[in-house]
């Protein structure tokens, strides 16, 4: 069965501190694809990041970076110099092509805060 | 211009109600998508739909009815509204049924009274 563990359920950081928010994921399939999502308190899905399961490089933008292990199975999300306007629930999610199509399944989320 | 909208933003309704809500994308896909985030943030796949035709049904009650007119519109109507529907309603929309990358809609937020 496929499934997406946010063990860590709210994370309170100061500004200027390093976070990183743990996924570890489940599935059957050697092809998959793993994201993640941001929602600030306005309520939107934003679109962080997508690597497909061939793909083990670790990704850099700006002060966000990923580490995706296959050995672990895991794929966390590390935030340098936290901002308040990182603030937000963040998910991460993972997608498999099956017969009738595709469907992304969500982790719990992390609420993050940072305070100033 | 929006890719992905959603109408209404806010429902208020009383229980035993039925009510729709309206998604409609300009991207161009084949493919789209209700989810469902309840009360703890938790997202779930509920329908999706693929050129019209639909591809992934969740175990959802029967009250709830997607329907999509072509395949730039996904619509949800629910029919005898409980007081557990309170959720915000996702839309979503992806180039085809195998795309992995899906863009979402601003979300519905429904409240039964």
């Known amino acids: 069965a496929q499934k997406v563990t946010q063990a860590q359920t709210e994370i309170s950081v100061v500004e200027k501190e390093d976070v990183t928010l743990d996924c570890v994921y489940e599935?059957?399939?050697?092809?998959?694809?793993l994201f993640w999502y941001k929602q600030p308190p306005s309520g939107e899905l934003v679109f962080l990041i997508r690597r497909n399961s061939f793909d083990e490089q670790n990704e850099i933008s700006g002060r966000y970076s990923w580490n995706f292990q296959k050995s672990t199975s895991s794929f966390n999300f590390t935030i340098t110099a936290s901002q308040v306007v990182d603030s937000a629930v963040y998910f991460c999610a993972l997608s498999e092509a099956n017969q009738a199509g595709t469907a992304l399944i969500f982790g719990k989320g992390t609420t993050l805060s940072v305070s100033s | 211009d929006t890719a992905v909208s959603q109408t209404p933003k806010y429902l208020v309704t009383q229980m035993g109600n039925d009510k729709s809500i309206k998604c409609e994308q300009n991207l161009g896909h084949d493919t789209m998508y209700w989810y469902k985030q309840d009360s703890k943030k938790f997202l779930k796949i509920m329908f999706s739909?693929?050129?019209?035709?639909?591809?992934i049904n969740e175990t959802v009650p029967n009250r709830f009815s997607p329907k999509s007119p072509d395949k730039a519109h996904l619509n949800l109507h629910i029919n005898s509204l409980e007081l557990g529907d309170s959720a915000v309603y996702f839309c979503a929309s992806s180039q085809t049924r195998q795309t992995m990358l899906q863009f979402f809609g601003p979300g519905t937020r429904l409240t039964v009274l």
């Open positions: 599935t059957r399939d050697t092809t998959y694809y």
């Open positions: 739909y693929n050129n019209k035709e639909l591809i």
